[in-house]
């Protein structure tokens, strides 16, 4: 049978109009003149549906208006009930197409402009309530029956449009974008963990029932106290989950108010739902406003983490670059032996009494220097040992020994193994930055190196910490000018130690301590567990 429904355009046409007509049918048995919840469904399928199901919008409103004026055609006459089959969805097609069209009303796939929404949904309210004034002007009463005051039935009209429309509306937009956000996969599990939802099931829902609770029992100035305060909890979800708050609020607040009815046409229901419609609107506006805001917070902080993952990779290509050149002088260096080598082999063919030991020697320094230079670049032991064989054993001090600094490395935590090789780097990079920059103003006579690791939330963070201490006694041995070029850092300050630390989310802190000074820095993991 739905083979055929879907293989067959008549059928299809026909389906639609029959679910059409028996929900639009249904919301019309809970509707009244200042409650017209059929308007939500009018204008959600004037939004949603496509335009080649308009048609059976249009028959399957006109079917139920239909069976009522042929039942009432001999109370009000058959000129009212010729223009009561007339579906009122037909007037607002225009605009609508016009809207979807022109008026980007949904700018992208999974979004809505609130502000053209309910510019429209004001619209709406006025074409509808003109067409069933008009139809109202036709009415032929029965002996003795008066009509109310045409602008306070006007006033009725309206409300009811707005409010129907407000009622039903935002809330089928925010389940249309978080589907088409998120799709159906994990669609319980998004629910689930949903903080609107949370907040709606914890508190809105409870402090509502007690406000109708209040209004029912209560009556006068008090019940229509509570009635009016069915605004705030709008208010609130509005300022904390924007427009979708206050869709959700404003559909749970305004089936409150009717809850609360005494009987048809209660002035005190009405008031209370002119200012319930009242607040959803200025609601609805100020939560767009604040969506607004907070998807363009959260595209810069999409912007700011694809900076700082192109930073981490340019970092990781640099480091490669590095290794590629310590690798090249490390074979510069074995060539250039081989070279001295020999030469001095034919130079002893040519001049035999020559003294071999100074060429020797300074083959030896020149390899000696290429390779601290190869080492400082990219360490030998990080290589083969990792990050902390190069800080115990590696150029850094192995720079500060023969300079006559004393150095201490203290590691702990478990966790530094499962750090990504890019803070390994980074480590490294900022411990000779460090080191270089507590040495630069020659007041130090010890460097103590404390490296700690752990997790948190889900993502793993480093500490570094260099404490400099100073010893007079010792300082005036200390070999300046032989230790500060071959440290490795970059020389340019305290501003690059901050910079390569933001590149991986760090920050840098320096105090002064009693005999020295203390850098700290925390790095975190790119890679999340």
């Given at each position: 049978m739905f083979k055929r429904i879907r293989s067959s355009v008549w059928l299809r046409q026909l389906a639609a109009a029959g679910a059409y007509a028996l929900v639009f049918e249904l919301l019309r048995q809970v509707s009244f003149s200042h409650w017209f919840l059929f308007a939500g469904l009018r204008f959600s399928a004037l939004l949603l549906v496509p335009y080649r199901y308009w048609p059976a919008l249009l028959l399957g409103e006109a079917g139920p208006l239909a069976y009522t004026a042929v039942?009432?055609?001999?109370q009000y006459g058959w000129l009212w009930g010729t223009f009561f089959m007339v579906p009122p969805v037909l007037f607002m097609m225009p605009l609508a197409r016009w809207c979807r069209e022109r008026h980007r009303i949904f700018p992208t796939r999974a979004t809505t402009n609130i502000n053209l929404f309910l510019l429209y949904t004001l619209?709406?309210?006025?074409?509808?309530?003109?067409?069933?004034?008009?139809?109202?002007?036709?009415?032929?009463?029965?002996?003795?029956?008066?009509?109310?005051?045409?602008?306070?039935?006007?006033?009725?009209?309206?409300?009811?449009?707005?409010?129907?429309?407000?009622?039903?509306?935002?809330?089928?937009?925010?389940?249309?974008?978080?589907?088409?956000?998120?799709?159906?996969?994990?669609?319980?599990?998004?629910?689930?963990?949903?903080?609107?939802?949370?907040?709606?099931?914890?508190?809105?829902?409870?402090?509502?029932?007690?406000?109708?609770?209040l209004a029912s029992d209560t009556a006068g100035a008090v019940g229509q106290d509570a009635r009016v305060a069915?605004?705030?909890?709008?208010?609130?979800?509005?300022?904390?989950?924007?427009?979708?708050?206050?869709?959700?609020?404003?559909?749970?607040?305004?089936?409150?108010?009717?809850?609360?009815?005494?009987?048809?046409?209660?002035?005190?229901?009405?008031?209370?739902?002119?200012?319930?419609?009242?607040?959803?609107?200025?609601?609805?506006?100020?939560?767009?406003?604040?969506?607004?805001?907070?998807?363009?917070?959260?595209?810069?902080?999409?912007?700011?983490?694809?900076?700082?993952?192109?930073?981490?990779?340019?970092?990781?290509?640099?480091?490669?670059?590095?290794?590629?050149?310590?690798?090249?002088?490390?074979?510069?260096?074995?060539?250039?032996?081989?070279?001295?080598?020999?030469?001095?082999?034919?130079?002893?063919?040519?001049?035999?009494?020559?003294?071999?030991?100074?060429?020797?020697?300074?083959?030896a320094v020149t390899q000696h220097q290429m390779y601290r230079l190869a080492d400082s670049l990219y360490p030998l032991s990080w290589r083969e040992r990792g990050l902390p064989a190069a800080l115990r054993e590696g150029s850094i001090p192995r720079a500060l020994d023969e300079a006559g600094i004393t150095y201490w490395c203290d590691i702990q935590g478990m966790g530094l193994g499962e750090l990504s090789t890019s803070i390994h780097m980074a480590l490294y990079?900022?411990?000779?930055?460090?080191?270089?920059?507590?040495?630069?103003?020659?007041?130090?006579?010890?460097?103590?190196?404390?490296?700690?690791?752990?997790?948190?939330?889900?993502?793993?963070?480093?500490?570094?910490?260099?404490?400099?201490?100073?010893?007079?006694?010792?300082?005036?041995r200390v070999r300046w000018d032989e230790l500060l070029p071959t440290l490795g850092g970059s020389g340019l300050g305290?501003?690059?130690?901050?910079?390569?630390?933001?590149?991986?989310?760090?920050?840098?802190?320096?105090?002064?301590?009693?005999?020295?000074?203390?850098?700290?820095?925390?790095l975190f993991d790119p890679q999340i567990n």
């Open positions: 039942q009432c055609a001999d619209a709406a309210s006025a074409i509808w309530t003109s067409v069933n004034m008009a139809t109202l002007s036709l009415m032929r009463l029965p002996p003795g029956e008066t009509l109310p005051y045409k602008g306070e039935v006007a006033g009725w009209y309206f409300i009811g449009f707005f409010l129907g429309i407000l009622t039903l509306v935002p809330s089928v937009l925010m389940v249309r974008e978080e589907l088409l956000g998120g799709g159906t996969q994990r669609l319980w599990a998004r629910f689930v963990e949903s903080r609107l939802a949370m907040d709606a099931m914890c508190l809105l829902l409870p402090s509502l029932a007690l406000l109708v609770w069915m605004f705030l909890p709008v208010v609130w979800l509005a300022l904390r989950h924007g427009w979708r708050g206050a869709a959700v609020g404003g559909t749970a607040a305004s089936i409150a108010v009717v809850l609360t009815m005494p009987r048809l046409y209660d002035t005190d229901t009405l008031h209370a739902q002119v200012f319930i419609a009242f607040t959803i609107t200025t609601m609805m506006l100020l939560g767009g406003r604040i969506a607004d805001l907070n998807e363009r917070e959260r595209h810069e902080k999409a912007e700011a983490r694809l900076a700082l993952a192109l930073a981490q990779r340019n970092v990781y290509l640099g480091e490669m670059q590095l290794r590629q050149t310590s690798y090249a002088l490390e074979q510069m260096s074995a060539a250039i032996q081989a070279s001295y080598t020999q030469l001095l082999g034919r130079l002893r063919s040519l001049t035999p009494g020559v003294d071999e030991r100074s060429y020797y020697r300074q083959a990079r900022l411990a000779s930055e460090a080191i270089a920059l507590a040495c630069a103003k020659r007041n130090i006579s010890s460097v103590r190196l404390l490296l700690r690791s752990g997790a948190f939330g889900g993502r793993r963070w480093a500490v570094l910490c260099i404490d400099s201490r100073v010893d007079y006694e010792r300082l005036s305290l501003g690059a130690l901050k910079d390569r630390a933001m590149v991986f989310g760090g920050t840098v802190r320096i105090r002064s301590l009693a005999q020295g000074s203390r850098i700290s820095l925390i």
